[in-house]
C-alpha cells in the first residue's frame, strides 16, 4: 500500500537525493499533478539512505537519531498543511509552479509572502540561501552544517559580488556559463589567490546553482559542464615526527605564558587525535573514568560523532603540572596558530621545506622552516600518522579521530615513501 499522500490535485512524496549515498542526502518533497507537471522542494533534512523507509515515508526508529520524531513529524505536517492550502487555491493557480513553491516556501521555510522578498535573481537567492543554511546549522542537527561552513558560502559570494561591481558583468543565473567562469577564475588570480582558494570558491558556487536548480529558480545547466569545474593543486600539509614532538614537549616555554599555553593546547590536540575546535576548550565534566582508565569524551562539532579517547600520561603530566590538574583554559585558535609557530621555533623544529604555490596564475617554490608551517591541525594530521607508523590498528586510530571510512584516513595521514617502506620491512611477510 502506497504511503504517498494523494489529493484531488496530485501527489505527494518525500525522495532522497541520492539514495545510493553512504551518507546524509537531502530529503525533498515530491509533489506530482498532472501529466508531466512536478515540483521538487528541499525541506532541508537530511538522512542516511540506510536509516530512510520509503514505504512508510520517514526516519527508521534509528536510536542514533535523537531528532527522528520531530523530523517524521515536520514531514507529515508538512504534507497536510500543503494538500491543505492547494485544496484553497483556484483552478489556475493549482498548475502554476510559482505559486505551489510559494506554498512550500511558507510552510516549510516560514517565509511570509508580504514580509518576504520575492526571489528573482541569482544574488538574492544566494543570500537566501545562505541566511536558511545559517538557521539550518543553528537548529536542525540532521543537516550538520557548521557555521565554519557557512562562512565559506558567504566568503564565495562576497567575492562574486565583488566581481560583479568591479567587472560590471550583470552577473546573474542566465550568464553563469563557460565565459564566465574562465573570467572569474581569470580575476581571483589577478587579485592574488592561490588555486586552491579559487576551487573553493568555484565548488561553493556549484553547491549554491544545484540548489537553486533543484529548487526551481534556475534553469541555465551550463554549469554543469565538466570544464565548469573546482581547480586544486595538492598542498604540503605537513605532521611532527615523534621527536619533533618530544622536542615540542621538553622545551622550556614558562617565559612566554602565550606560547606555553598554545604549545599545551597542541599537544593535547595531538594525543586525542581531534580537530582544533574539540581539543581547544577542553572542560573537566569531560574526563571520565572507564574500568580505571581516565579517558576524555568528545561529542566533535563536525560530525557529531561521540567518542572516547584515552588521556595520555602527558597529558596528564600538563595538567598537573601547569593547571591545577584541569584542562588548559581555551585560546582562540588564530593565537594557537601564530604562538605554536613560535614554540615550534624554540623546540627547534627547523628543516626547511619546498612549497610549490600558483599564485596569481604563477607557480612560486619557496623553502619555508618547518615551524611557519605548524597550524592548530597539525596536531591532528600528527597524530594520525604518527600512530599508523607505530602500528596501531587503522580501525583503532579511526575510532579515536572519527574518519568514517579507510579511503578517507589514508588520503589524510602524511608519510614518506621511505617511511612506508620501512613500515612494510617490518611486516611478517618480510621477515619469515
Known amino acids: 500500500m502506497s504511503k504517498s499522500i494523494q489529493s484531488t490535485s496530485g501527489t505527494v512524496k518525500y525522495r532522497l537525493k541520492d539514495v545510493s549515498s553512504k551518507a546524509e542526502t537531502s530529503i525533498f518533497l515530491d509533489y506530482s499533478f498532472g501529466r508531466n507537471n512536478r515540483i521538487k522542494f528541499a525541506t532541508g533534512y537530511k538522512v542516511k539512505p540506510k536509516n530512510w523507509d520509503n514505504s512508510n515515508q520517514r526516519i527508521r526508529a534509528v536510536s542514533t537519531i535523537a531528532n527522528r520524531e520531530k523530523v517524521n513529524s515536520d514531514l507529515l505536517n508538512y504534507s497536510s498543511d500543503f494538500i491543505k492550502a492547494v485544496s484553497e487555491l483556484d483552478e489556475e493557480d493549482k498548475q502554476n509552479k510559482e505559486v505551489l513553491k510559494s506554498l512550500l516556501a511558507k510552510i516549510i521555510r516560514k517565509e511570509v509572502g508580504e514580509e518576504k522578498k520575492k526571489i528573482t535573481t541569482f544574488f538574492e537567492y544566494a543570500d537566501d540561501y545562505i541566511a536558511n543554511k545559517e538557521t539550518q546549522s543553528k537548529d536542525i542537527k540532521s543537516v550538520k552544517l557548521s557555521p565554519i561552513t557557512v562562512r565559506a558560502y558567504k566568503q564565495t559570494v562576497n567575492r562574486l559580488k565583488e566581481f560583479n561591481k568591479r567587472k560590471s558583468y550583470g552577473l546573474d543565473f542566465t550568464n553563469i556559463d563557460l565565459k564566465f567562469y574562465y573570467k572569474f577564475v581569470a580575476y581571483l588570480e589577478e587579485y592574488g589567490y592561490s588555486v586552491n582558494t579559487i576551487g573553493k570558491h568555484i565548488k561553493n558556487l556549484v553547491t549554491i546553482l544545484n540548489s537553486a536548480t533543484e529548487d ?3 534553469s541555465n545547466l551550463k554549469y554543469k559542464s565538466r570544464e565548469f ?19 615540542l614537549y621538553n622545551v622550556d616555554l614558562s617565559k612566554t605564558p602565550d606560547w606555553e599555553l598554545a604549545r599545551d593546547i597542541f599537544l593535547i590536540g595531538y594525543y586525542t587525535g581531534q580537530r582544533v575546535s574539540d581539543y581547544n576548550g577542553i572542560t573537566l565534566e569531560q574526563i571520565k573514568t572507564f574500568n580505571g582508565r581516565e579517558v576524555f569524551e568528545f561529542v566533535q562539532q563536525k560530525t557529531n560523532k561521540k567518542l572516547y579517547v584515552p588521556i595520555h600520561h602527558r597529558v596528564r603530566t600538563i595538567m598537573n603540572k601547569r593547571y591545577y590538574g584541569n584542562p588548559p583554559r581555551k585560546l582562540n585558535a588564530s593565537d594557537i596558530n601564530e604562538y605554536i609557530k613560535e614554540a615550534g621555533r624554540k623546540a627547534k623544529i627547523i628543516e626547511p621545506i ?6 596569481s596564475g604563477n607557480k612560486e617554490v619557496q623553502f619555508i622552516p618547518k615551524h611557519k608551517l605548524i597550524v592548530s591541525h597539525t596536531a591532528r594530521r600528527s597524530f594520525c600518522t604518527n600512530a ?9 586510530i579511526m575510532a579515536i579521530s572519527g574518519h568514517s571510512t579507510e579511503r578517507e584516513f589514508y588520503k589524510y595521514i602524511r608519510i614518506t615513501p621511505q617511511e612506508r617502506a620501512v613500515k612494510i620491512a617490518d611486516s611478517t611477510f618480510f621477515n619469515n
Open 229 to 247: 569545474k573546482p581547480v586544486s593543486e595538492e598542498t604540503v600539509s605537513i605532521y611532527l615526527t615523534e621527536k619533533e614532538i618530544d622536542a
Open 354 to 359: 619546498t612549497i610549490t604555490k600558483t599564485i
Open 388 to 396: 599508523y607508523l607505530s602500528k596501531m590498528p587503522v580501525i583503532d
Open 216 to 218: 526551481g529558480f534556475n
